[in-house]
């Protein structure tokens, strides 16, 4: 366990994950973390949030954290690394560039420090900056591990979670169906709207489910009628509000699961959209960037590669969608089998995986080497 100081720390605790690699600091502990993170109560962890300040610019946030002298001396003395968490985030490199660049120069920083300034992001497509170390990795894979096989929340989520496995196991089964497919989308991202618009045109609402939220401060959708809300989703419009229930598993065959982005490479983001999908014996087809799935596939999940052609996913971004359509249409009158040990195989992928503890092994290096 590493000694860790918290920066505004909001309350006593130590997020969640990061509770499991660390342990509070003394005063006789002369190499230490300093961790720049969600302090929120409960927190697991994530991007540091100012609750003194909440018109701060979601990219500005870190401009205004302030060092103490002594942790700087103690980065340049190399005793500290400081750790900027981004793990429940994964913005594009051009971005957050700047903002560590900016932040590091007003806190006497400079590239001589870059290897004890370490910024970890989802962002699989992040390089090494210049002026900082960079881990990326798909944190959330952990995240989703400790929410929903870990003792998070003590044990609430892992319960619910395995009653609903069990649940949408047996309900498949029966082959009892009440639509085609379900496309669950939230915010009404441009690529969403796109795909949303495409599946229409070929699937009436007596068909298949295909939602889009209003998005509500990120921006509303011109035509208000075209928002669509899911029969089994108790939260309606409600902005950003989670619309995954058992019957959406249960009563559909298939889905069409959407990231976070579709254009593009400089996003390269695994989210718990997909990740839902793997747990559960639902077959399904992807929007996401250029080769995610073969991304996702290398990270050990099983993906239904004997029932769907995910050819699509090595396709550009102008006919990737199309086509990935097409393959929706082709599957659709297969009676999809039980794939149960499939959904437990990908279970366990999650259970096992260990990235938080991979970063944590690097900076002990760092550290203590």
């Not at 794939?339 to 990908?346: E, G, K, M, T, V």
């Amino acid at each position: 366990m590493i000694p860790c100081e918290i920066y505004d720390q909001y309350e006593n605790d130590i997020p969640y994950i990061h509770s499991k690699f660390v342990v509070k600091k003394n005063e006789s502990d002369d190499k230490f973390v300093f961790l720049i993170t969600n302090t929120s109560p409960g927190s697991l962890c994530g991007r540091y949030t100012n609750y003194k300040n909440w018109d701060i610019d979601l990219f500005d946030w870190l401009y205004y954290v302030v060092l103490p002298s002594y942790v700087v001396d103690s980065v340049k003395n190399k005793n500290c690394v400081v750790i900027i968490d981004d793990t429940m985030e994964g913005f594009e490199q051009h971005i957050i560039d700047s903002s560590i660049t900016e932040w590091m120069n007003k806190n006497g920083l400079n590239i001589e420090d870059r290897s004890n300034i370490i910024y970890l992001t989802g962002n699989m497509a992040h390089k090494s900056s210049y002026m900082y170390t960079v881990i990326n990795k798909p944190f959330i894979i952990d995240i989703c591990r400790y929410v929903w096989f870990g003792n998070y929340n003590n044990g609430l989520n892992n319960n619910i979670e395995k009653a609903n496995f069990d649940m949408i196991c047996e309900s498949r089964l029966l082959h009892e169906w009440s639509y085609k497919f379900v496309s669950l989308q939230q915010r009404p991202r441009d690529f969403r709207i796109e795909l949303r618009n495409k599946l229409r045109d070929r699937y009436t609402t007596d068909e298949s489910i295909c939602t889009l939220k209003s998005g509500e401060i990120f921006g509303m959708i011109g035509d208000r009628d075209s928002i669509e809300v899911s029969p089994y989703d108790d939260t309606k419009d409600e902005y950003l509000a989670v619309e995954i229930t058992p019957e959406h598993f249960m009563n559909i065959p298939y889905a069409v699961v959407s990231e976070c982005n579709y254009y593009g490479t400089d996003k390269k983001l695994i989210t718990e959209k997909i990740l839902k999908n793997l747990i559960y014996p639902q077959p399904f087809v992807f929007c996401g960037y250029k080769n995610q799935l073969q991304h996702i596939r290398t990270l050990g999940f099983k993906i239904y590669d004997d029932l769907i052609d995910h050819g699509y996913d090595e396709l550009s971004d102008d006919i990737r969608m199309n086509k990935m359509i097409d393959e929706l249409s082709r599957i659709l009158d297969i009676v999809p089998d039980d794939y149960i040990n499939h959904a437990i195989h990908n279970r366990a992928v999650v259970a096992n995986s260990n990235f938080f503890g991979e970063s944590y092994e690097y900076i002990s290096q760092v550290l203590f080497n």
